[in-house]
């Protein structure tokens, strides 16, 4: 996470090599990322780009899948049964037939992620996944995040949106020119106010009620907290009796 301009892009398109250090090193797996191909790395890191268009060119969603597999070494059953099998794990398989250009901006970020996520890769990493999503889109990419993660792959991406890094509740680290200048769950990152406010981020909702309920009545209650339940759990058991009690002011 970071503000336009950190470096987040930059950081993704090392990792598998379409950029190369100017100095330092880039590590995948101990292998130095400038003493191999772009196309060895990719078997292993798989790249989302920000805008899915970017990723389209063949006349179908199918094809958009196939093209990738064969580019990488399967043989036709082979490309066409995992094809499907992708397709329809990512809910696109009723899609193959049409244009990928034709699809709704869901629907494009999930085929880019198929695609990527067809030949397996051991990291997945996608650039900015919620930007143009609509709140089941978002609903949508975070059960697939998680379907994922639950495969024991590893999944690093970049985001300025908050509330998607909460509801994930990840590790995260924050850029700012270049530089990292935290890293932490999130639950830590994501209730320090000063820290996003020099990132260009927002403090994500939750939290920022528990602080302004803080403030405003003069009750200590936590506010490290990310999740509705959580929040809620803080209001019964923390918040409402101490008002009830006398303590502070009622807001």
Not at 203 to 232: C, N, T, W
Request: hydrophobic residues 40%; glycine residues 8%.
């Amino acid at each position: 996470m970071g503000e336009n301009g950190s470096g987040k892009t930059t950081l993704l398109k090392h990792l598998n090599g379409l950029l190369k250090p100017s100095s330092g090193r880039v590590l995948v797996d101990f292998v130095d990322t400038r003493e191999t191909t772009v196309a060895t790395l990719s078997r292993k890191v798989g790249l989302v780009f920000q805008n899915p268009d970017s990723m389209f060119f063949s006349t179908s969603v199918e094809e958009e899948v196939m093209y990738a597999l064969t580019m990488l070494g399967y043989d036709h059953a082979m490309a066409r049964e995992r094809c499907r099998e992708v397709l329809q794990s990512f809910d696109l398989w009723h899609l193959r037939e049409k244009s990928a250009f034709t699809l709704s901006g869901g629907e494009k970020k999930r085929l880019t992620i198929a695609i990527v996520m067809a030949w397996s890769p051991k990291y997945l990493v996608i650039d900015e996944p919620t930007i143009g999503q609509d709140r089941e889109g978002k609903q949508r990419l975070l059960r697939l995040i998680e379907m994922i993660e639950d495969e024991g792959r590893a999944i690093v991406l970049s985001s300025h949106d908050v509330e998607f890094i909460a509801d994930l509740e990840p590790r995260v680290i924050v850029l700012s020119r270049g530089q990292v200048i935290a890293d932490g769950h999130a639950r830590d990152i994501l209730t320090d106010g000063k820290l996003l406010e020099r990132s260009s981020l927002l403090v994500p909702q939750i939290p920022s009620l528990l602080l302004e309920l803080r403030r405003r009545s003069g009750v200590d209650i936590g506010y490290r907290h990310l999740g509705v339940e959580e929040a809620e759990m803080v209001l019964r058991n923390e918040f409402i009796p101490r008002i009830r009690s006398g303590e502070g002011t009622r807001p």
